[in-house]
């Protein structure tokens, strides 16, 4: 079984009651314990204290911006200004659904949440819809035609995973491939459709940068990851000049325990309350190991198109992942109406940051880097994830104490995440 980031433990000693009240209504603070409290601003205080507020009818300044933030894709601002914004749009009912049924023999059991039992449908039925310009149906045909000889990697987590899977599924309908790689544990692999002599390969490297992680057998760390912030993962680097198309993300995984190294020296320790290790602040990582990922990126003369996506947020309502939180909705909410939580908002932020030093000296080097920040559109779909329904008939089988753990970070297949390919679409074969 493979839910990722979230299944693992982390030791932990509360050491005053303020923290106590966090750790409640926060918990998968657990990762980081005190590490940021000390230094939130006071008006952070109470959106850690209601991590998921129901409906927000006044908006917060910063949340206005969320959807015009993302990083302009060329420095020059009069094209941009004719460039249709595709983050910035509505889920629109769309009474075609999805371009693929749950039969796609690609979908994972974890995502197969039709298969699964999930009795409402309605989620099925939403097409993302750019505001001021027209977004087409990814077209697995003209898709693939556009990518003839061309190879394709997407690198990342389990995140990515489930993505490579919802494009896996879509292009099976009109093209028939074959799997010339696969890893020990199915977490890379690739396929090749012939009559399009396209390649497609997903990577699974969840941190980008090396990281040593020994594994029990239900895929959770059972030692503390080893993560040196200045290599980068070997599961990607030596294929990366040969992939015409990148599509790059990280995230969660830095919310784990890890030992930091910087040039095979130890830095310090996030979270290992049983070593003498300075302790360090997951978000020190994950700037440390983006800028240097997105260095190299830059200075790596790729003639292909990389893109970066940000890492998506998740939708855990009343509690978190580890104490009971769900996402039973069946609709999409409205722009403003869910707000992105605290420790999202903070790993998107320092993604986007960064990334956008990035693009502006890619751009000055000549490589084709862009940002994919998928948060906006899919910060509304709080009723695309699994929910109970990544397992089989879930209710049937209960733990003794009636609960059934839910997942509201994956996306159930068909689902939302298959409109990440209608913008991926127009962004390569459109232009
Ligand atoms: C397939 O594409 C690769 C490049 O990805 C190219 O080297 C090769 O010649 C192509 N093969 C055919 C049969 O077109
Ligand atoms: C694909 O590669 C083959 C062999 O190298 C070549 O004959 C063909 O023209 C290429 N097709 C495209 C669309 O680049
Ligand atoms: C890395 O460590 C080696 C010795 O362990 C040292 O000689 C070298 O200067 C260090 N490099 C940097 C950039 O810190
Ligand atoms: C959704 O879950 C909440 C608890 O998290 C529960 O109170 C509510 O009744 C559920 N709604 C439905 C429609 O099942």
Not at 282 to 300: C, D, E, G, P
Not at 381 to 406: I, L, M, S, T, W
């Amino acid at each position: 079984m493979r839910i990722d980031y979230l299944k693992h433990g982390f030791g932990y000693k509360h050491k005053n009651l303020i923290l106590k009240l966090v750790v409640i209504t926060f918990f998968f603070g657990l990762a980081f314990k005190l590490v940021f409290f000390h230094s939130l601003p006071q008006k952070f205080v109470p959106l850690l204290e209601h991590t998921f507020p129901e409906k927000t009818t006044i908006v917060p300044e910063h949340q206005n911006t969320l959807v015009s933030e993302h990083v302009p894709e060329n420095e020059d601002q009069s094209t941009n200004t004719e460039k249709c914004d595709y983050l910035s749009g509505d889920w629109v009912p769309n009474p075609k659904g999805p371009l693929y049924s749950e039969n796609c023999n690609h979908i994972e059991p974890y995502q197969n949440c039709l298969k699964n039992g999930r009795p409402d449908r309605e989620f099925l039925y939403w097409k993302w819809t750019p505001r001021k310009c027209d977004l087409p149906s990814f077209d697995p045909y003209k898709f693939l035609n556009a990518m003839r000889n061309k190879t394709w990697a997407l690198i990342g987590d389990s995140i990515t995973r489930n993505h490579v899977k919802s494009l896996m599924c879509m292009l099976s309908t009109v093209g028939q491939s074959v799997v010339v790689y696969e890893e020990k544990g199915f977490k890379s692999k690739t396929w090749h459709f012939s009559s399009f002599n396209f390649t497609l390969s997903v990577i699974w490297s969840p941190f980008l940068v090396e990281a040593g992680i020994v594994e029990d057998i239900n895929g959770v760390p059972n030692s503390e990851i080893e993560l040196h912030l200045d290599k980068l993962s070997s599961k990607w680097k030596n294929q990366f000049m040969n992939f015409d198309y990148i599509i790059l993300s990280c995230g969660k995984w830095f919310l784990r325990s890890a030992i930091y190294y910087e040039n095979d020296t130890i830095l310090g320790c996030h979270s290992c309350p049983k070593s003498n290790l300075k302790e360090l602040e997951f978000t020190f990582a994950y700037r440390k190991a983006i800028k240097f990922v997105l260095n190299y990126i830059v200075s790596s003369h790729h003639k292909g198109m990389i893109f970066y996506r940000t890492f998506t947020p998740d939708h855990f309502e009343n509690g978190e992942w580890s104490n009971g939180g769900t996402c039973n909705r069946t609709k999409p909410v409205k722009e403003g109406e869910m707000e992105i939580k605290y420790l999202n908002k903070m790993l998107r932020d320092i993604e986007l940051m960064e990334v956008e030093n990035a693009v502006i000296e890619a751009s000055r080097n000549g490589v084709n880097l862009k940002v994919v920040d998928f948060v906006p559109l899919s910060l509304l779909r709080p009723d695309g994830h699994p929910g109970p329904y990544r397992e089989f008939h879930p209710f049937d089988k209960k733990d003794k104490n009636g609960n059934v753990q839910n997942d509201c970070l994956h996306w159930c297949l068909p689902g939302p995440i298959d409109s990440w390919n209608d913008i991926l679409m127009e962004m390569v074969v459109n232009g």
